[in-house]
């Protein structure tokens, strides 16, 4: 098994991943990884979450034959997992159930988070609601004016949104606040992570509460294809719906999984989040508190990224797809901003399903390849969300 042994003791996946943290947050982590590495083994842990997971996400998501788009494009047969049913609209909210049941374990009341777009801050307010937990979201001020429907949408759920006006004013200066708050109140409060990102054991947790969309796939693929797929799609922004689904097929060696990142307004460019594909950009690095690929300028500044969606525009990307890389085992493309439009358009027009910007970078590359396959061969793409969210910028690109 390929992924038995990562993440190592140390939260090392191969050269990816550990803990580059100030020691004054070593504490902080080292009793999450206790309290996750007891709740792992607590199976009435999992029975709480997967009874959340059923009554109140709405899993399992269905998987959908896209008929149309497979006809239209003449090719491999393709299916769709639905994540854009899940409540919340994506599957953010798996990892933000899932960590706030830990908390809860843990006897903390309050949780922080950063967010960009608002989606984590969105998944990270439902379910501290539902659970009842104090809930400040750090958002930068550019971010907020940008994205003013999710920062009503989170007071709405009862959250505290702290704008942060310092640096750039957008998600990583959110991320230096949520930290900084996450070491002064450590004893009663979780830094709730919305990507497979970040000092371990973050990348682990993330991962295992993600896991459940490929677990669900394989079991509907089989019960729906009579098979597994050939291939799996999934875009990658941190990497946890793509790590999500690709997990439970990481032992089929013939089931090919192909993560689309942000090729924004293309490589040349510059202005993009590809991470993997471009070297001179993208070096192996320090961001957040993890080592793997992290685009930076000459100096080592971390580079200005661009993509349409926001959920994409990231400058690393979670260590754990590094590792597998290495391994053989993934492989990674990008989409242009206009090709992920292309496979916007597609998904509403031949399916009737408005996927999020982000999800339509797996379909944009879908749009490319399933011509290219004979049609006994199953695509399986990772709809992570709704596009309910991006409809303005859509209406702006028109
Ligand atoms: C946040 C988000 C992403 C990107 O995050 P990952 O951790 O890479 O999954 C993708 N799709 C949607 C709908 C999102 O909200």
């Not at 990562?6 to 990816?16: E, I, L, N, T």
């Not at 007071?155 to 750039?168: H, N, P």
Request: hydrophobic share 40%; proline share 5%; charged share 20%.
């Amino acid at each position: 098994m390929l992924h038995a042994n990562v993440p190592d003791a140390h939260g090392r996946f191969g050269p990816y991943g550990g803990q580059f943290v100030p020691e004054t947050l070593m504490p902080a982590l080292a009793e999450l990884e206790a309290a996750y590495a007891a709740a792992k083994q607590d199976p009435e842990f999992w029975s709480e979450f997967n009874g959340y997971l059923r009554h109140y996400v709405g899993r399992p998501t269905p998987i959908s034959f896209a008929r149309r788009l497979t006809e239209h494009l003449g090719g491999a047969q393709i299916y769709l997992k639905r994540e854009d049913l899940a409540h919340s609209g994506a599957h953010k909210i798996n990892n933000a159930l899932g960590q706030a049941l830990l908390v809860k374990r843990m006897g903390k009341q309050r949780v922080v988070a950063e967010t960009g777009a608002g989606q984590h801050g969105v998944a990270t307010a439902t379910a501290s609601a539902l659970l009842g937990i104090d809930c400040v979201v750090y958002m930068g001020t550019v971010d907020m004016a940008r994205q003013a429907p999710n920062v009503f949408r989170m007071k709405l759920l009862g959250a505290e949104v702290r704008g942060v006006d310092s640096g750039s004013k957008t998600l990583k200066d959110a991320i230096n606040e949520a930290i900084r708050d996450w070491v002064t109140n450590v004893d009663g409060t979780h830094y709730l992570l919305g990507s497979a990102l970040g000092p371990h054991p973050y990348p682990l947790i993330v991962r295992d509460f993600q896991r459940v969309i490929g677990d669900e796939s394989r079991r509907q693929m089989q019960e729906q294809a009579g098979r597994l797929p050939d291939t799996v799609v999934a875009c990658v922004g941190g990497g946890s719906n793509s790590i999500g689904i690709f997990y439970a097929f990481l032992d089929d060696p013939n089931v090919r999984l192909v993560g689309v990142e942000a090729g924004g307004r293309g490589i040349a460019s510059g202005e993009h989040a590809a991470r993997f594909a471009d070297p001179k950009l993208a070096r192996l690095g320090v961001l957040h508190g993890t080592r793997s690929f992290v685009m930076m300028d000459a100096d080592g500044q971390i580079a200005l990224t661009h993509s349409i969606s926001a959920g994409l525009d990231y400058a690393s990307v979670g260590p754990e797809h590094a590792y597998l890389r290495d391994l053989g085992r993934t492989e990674y493309t990008y989409c242009t901003d206009d090709q992920a439009l292309a496979g916007f358009r597609a998904l509403c027009r031949f399916e009737g399903i408005i996927p999020a910007l982000e999800s339509a970078h797996a379909i944009g590359h879908v749009l490319d390849l399933a011509p290219t396959l004979p049609e006994d061969h199953i695509i399986l793409v990772n709809v992570s969300g709704r596009g309910d969210k991006d409809l303005d910028t859509v209406m702006r690109e028109a």
